[in-house]
């Protein structure tokens, strides 16, 4: 349990509020304890039933409000010389009852469908995964030996957005995109996290790429959204006039493209790219996200 005071309020304050809090605390617990432990219980058994099931990943407040009490202080906003904005201040001394609005209705914006076996964790993340899991006390399992073409579900991103400022020392990335069957080599070494445990919920929110918090979101696969090879323009333009020459399904796929998107038909860059996304040298990793989804269990 965290107690957080403001930071602006002076020290003896600050003990003695968090000494009440925690006081108060231990008082709900001595009397509700044995009803708590029951309700974690149920949830946690809840929680090791989610695989297959829709989860809300997060929400958003309704249009529906309610008008609540709110015990505030006289306040004033005037014209600032120093910042040259408004200036709020509260008068202390002269409590008010406010009457304000509250929008406290809220429901998921974004979900995701839990694997009904786990997530695995490809080798060349496991040891930094793993530590992290042990942290939470999330179960997992590693992989003694390589499995070939395993049924797999991958999330390749369309999208790509990292954060302009850095947070907490990382740059935060959205993803877009949707998650499709794959058959992939997972090698030894490798993580197996079951969906079938406690910590269900918490799982679904580390590693599903869409989630606000998850490792994804905290930029910590970012790498995995970083073009590495590219092919340089003349090299391009002659490959795509061989490749347009030996393939007329290709060009009649290119003739299309250029007739009905102006977007793709007025970018140099695009163009190129559609031959270079269809040759042997494009990286087929380049936005998929290094965690897989998985139906079977270990």
Known sequence: MLVE?????????????????????????????????????????RAARLGGETVPL???ATD????????????????????????????????????VPLRDELVPSRTAQAPRGGYVVPAAHADWVAAHLELH???????????????????RASAWTPAAASMEGRQRMALEGQWAG????????????????????????LFEPQAPDSHAAWGRFNAHFERKEYME???????????????????????RRLREDETFAGSPRARLEFFHR???SWDERLGLYPVYRADWTL
């Open 137 to 155: 006390d999330v179960h997992f399992t590693r992989l003694a030996e390589t499995v070939r073409q395993a049924d797999l579900e991958t999330f």
């Open 182 to 205: 794959e058959r992939r080599d997972v090698p030894a070494g490798s993580l197996f996290v079951p969906i079938a445990q406690p910590a269900a919920r918490l799982v679904v929110a």
């Open 64 to 99: 529906r409000e309610r008008t609540i009490d709110f015990r505030g202080y006289a306040w004033t906003r005037t014209p600032s010389d120093v910042s040259g904005a408004l200036m709020t201040r509260y008068d202390e001394t002269t409590p008010q009852l406010w009457r």
């Open 233 to 255: 323009s003349y090299v391009a333009e002659a490959l795509a006039r061989g490749m347009l020459s030996a393939d007329p399904a290709l060009r009649e796929e290119f003739e």
């Open 278 to 280: 269809r040759h042997a």
């Open 58 to 60: 997060e929400y958003e």
């Open 5 to 45: 005071t403001h930071s602006w309020k002076e020290y003896p304050e600050r003990v003695q509020t968090t000494r009440n809090t925690i006081l108060s605390v231990l008082d709900h617990v001595g009397r509700h304890g044995h009803e708590w432990l029951r309700a974690t219980r149920a949830a946690d058994a």
